[in-house]
């Protein structure tokens, strides 16, 4: 028996109009390891599960709040693990995003940006976790002030046009780079 979020996962990305091929076979590779497992939403999937992840942005769109996750080592968007109270995938996203960098009342928007799946060798006991990372994007209130959390070294906020480039963030993914294009698109 599905839960109410792997229910919402499904349609979110059944309804979803991706951007191109390459996030259309991501699509097609999150449905169907939800239609696989029912518990394809939670930590416990084994070795995959769906996470939902948020883009935030300043009002204007000009910057982008990221984390330097602690165990990582790297330069992120927010996100992490669905929980079992999350009723909808957008909820996990915002949930993740408000306890991750402190600042309550994003305004998230319920349709995903961007697709990816990465391993993360540090997910559980077993190895070998694929994190299915769905994508949103919230814009930050004006004058937000950020915490860092006990997952992050850092937050900081970064001009998108820095991303990628020697005075952005160090070891910024392209994936990374693309959701934030692809967030900011969708926003503008």
Known sequence: MSSALHRDALRTLTEWVPPDAAQAALRDRFGGHLYDFPDGTQRSCYPDHVTASTVVLSRD?????LTL?????????FGGHCEPDDARLVDAALREATEESGIE????DDVPVHLDEHAVPFCGDR???HHLDVRFVAVAPDGAEHVVSDESLDLRW???LSLGRPNGPPGLSEEVVDAVRLARDRLA
């Open 105 to 108: 009342g994003l305004q998230i």
């Open 158 to 160: 970064w001009s998108v």
């Open 127 to 129: 190895g070998g976790v």
């Open 69 to 77: 996750h602690a165990r990582a080592g790297r330069w992120f968007q």
């Open 61 to 65: 769109l000009s910057r982008v709040l």
